[in-house]
Nanobody, 126 residues
Framework: QVQVVESGGGLVQAGGSLRLSCTAS????????MGWFRQAPGKEREFVAA????????YYTDSVKGRFTISRDNAKNTVYLQMNSVKPEDTAVYYC???????????????????WGQGTQVTVSS
């Protein structure tokens, strides 16, 4: 069992920045792909970004490319989501997730991730 805990959400003005953090338990953190998802009110949960195990290859959904950066620090069992130039449409609950099964390919489907955090609210005011 992997425990996942997000932090760093809050209220930010449009155009501002916010950094989310996610810590996952376990000695094998470096072997997990990690992902960020979000869910806005009345909408389905959607993929935001993912970072690969070990070497840290990244992948983003189109709407956040150039604005968000996902990174990981394996020594701290932590993955980050740096959110710059945020927009009101970025408002959502952001979830961190662990894919402990995939070896190579980063996955965008939430069903591929087997451990989830409780979520952290990000609200962007216009």
């Amino acid at each position: 069992q992997v425990q996942v805990v997000e932090s760093g959400g809050g209220l930010v003005q449009a155009g501002g920045s916010l950094r989310l953090s996610c810590t996952a338990s376990g000695r094998t953190f470096s072997t997990y792909h990690m992902g960020w998802f979000r869910q806005a009110p009345g909408k389905e949960r959607e993929f935001v970004a993912a970072v690969s195990r070990r070497v840290g290859i990244t992948y983003y959904t189109d709407s956040v490319k150039g604005r968000f950066t996902i990174s990981r620090d394996n020594a701290k069992n932590t993955v980050y989501l740096q959110m710059n130039s945020v927009k009101p449409e970025d408002t959502a609950v952001y979830y961190c997730a662990v894919d402990s099964n995939s070896i190579v390919t980063l996955k965008v489907a939430s069903s591929s991730y087997d451990f989830w955090g409780q979520g952290t609210q990000v609200t962007v005011s216009s």
